[in-house]
């Protein structure tokens, strides 16, 4: 076929308007855990509004309450279930009501998390195991208890995880949050493989928003206070950092729980401000052989010039301000 244009191309027409896939969730049923406020809630508010029906979580009774009935004022069929997850107990309650009120479970978001910082010589057992019990330990019952329901109803489903830069590039001070939401990504992948055959798609978001979590960064703090005083973000934020409001990161949610993320599985993708981003997965970017094996002074002699030439950086990178 030609590239060249027609003799017709030189006559007007309006241009054609882009044509998007209708993301319709009516019928489907979601449990969005730690959506009481913030971006649980926003992740909520984005499912109800493409038609699913919600059981709002929170450890808050007031916060979970309060969120469902916002949805229902809004014309969409929400319920709330306030438990801390990290149990089996708690997860088979949360899956158990949707299934009671709603007839089905088909959707899982995981967001329920908890931060106690410190750096490692001053962290705790107990700031250790909180974090990791909600984060982790919650994230595996919830989307166990959701897969046995899923595979018995045998149609499929979506588990949607929520993970952080911190679980990909590690954070300071975040020692159990980084390990957790780290190890949160590896689970999806090994799920999206486990329960392929089941039709369930497994995915971990990484969202960047205006929370509770990052109101404590002193360099976005003075645009957060703007933003709340209803100032918009500036484009350094938005597109430089991919931060934004949490509205902003909610829009993943409905994608990946609808049909036209159907093949879309195992995947870590960021979402915040104007950024939408496809995260990688680790694998050795360089490889060196020494026949017959390697000692600990060959390692030594070759790692600069090979393998450790270019060591991998760490963190989360600084916010680039613009210039004053």
Request: net charge negative; proline share 6%.
């Amino acid at each position: 076929m030609s590239d060249s244009p027609s003799s017709s191309s030189s006559s007007s027409s309006p241009p054609s308007t882009p044509s998007f896939p209708v993301i319709d969730l009516a019928g489907r049923v979601a449990v969005v855990t730690g959506s009481g406020r913030g971006l649980g809630l926003a992740y909520a508010r984005a499912l109800a509004a493409a038609g699913a029906s919600l059981v709002v979580n929170d450890v808050d009774q007031g916060a979970a309450e309060q969120a469902a009935a916002s949805l229902t004022e809004q014309g969409g069929r929400a319920v709330a279930e306030p438990v801390a997850v990290g149990t089996t107990e708690a997860a088979d309650r949360l899956v158990a009501r949707a299934v009671a009120e709603f007839g089905r479970l088909d959707i899982l978001v995981t967001n329920a998390g908890v931060l106690r910082d410190r750096v490692l010589w001053k962290m705790s057992d107990d700031d250790f195991d909180t974090v990791v019990a909600v984060h982790l330990r919650g994230t595996f019952t919830c989307a166990r208890a959701a897969a046995v329901r899923m595979r018995e109803q045998g149609d499929g489903g979506r588990i949607i995880l929520v993970g952080s830069p911190a679980g990909q590039r590690g954070n300071f001070g975040q020692t159990n949050y980084a390990a957790a939401k780290a190890g949160i990504a590896a689970m999806a992948r090994t799920w999206s493989m486990e329960l392929a055959r089941a039709g369930i798609t497994v995915n971990a978001v990484v969202p960047v928003a205006a929370t509770a979590m990052t109101d404590t960064i002193p360099a976005f703090a003075p645009y957060i206070e703007a933003m709340r005083n209803g100032e918009p973000l500036p484009d350094f934020l938005r597109q430089g950092e991919g931060f934004g409001t949490v509205e902003d990161c909610a829009a993943l949610i409905p994608f990946l729980a609808s049909d036209a993320a159907r093949d879309v599985t195992g995947q870590c993708i960021g979402i915040g401000g104007d950024r939408l981003a496809l995260w990688s997965h680790p694998q050795e970017i360089r490889t060196s052989y020494a026949r017959g094996g390697w000692t600990p002074e060959t390692i030594a002699t070759a790692w600069h010039t090979s393998v450790g030439a270019e060591p991998q950086s760490v963190g989360i990178p600084a916010p680039r301000l613009p210039e004053a």
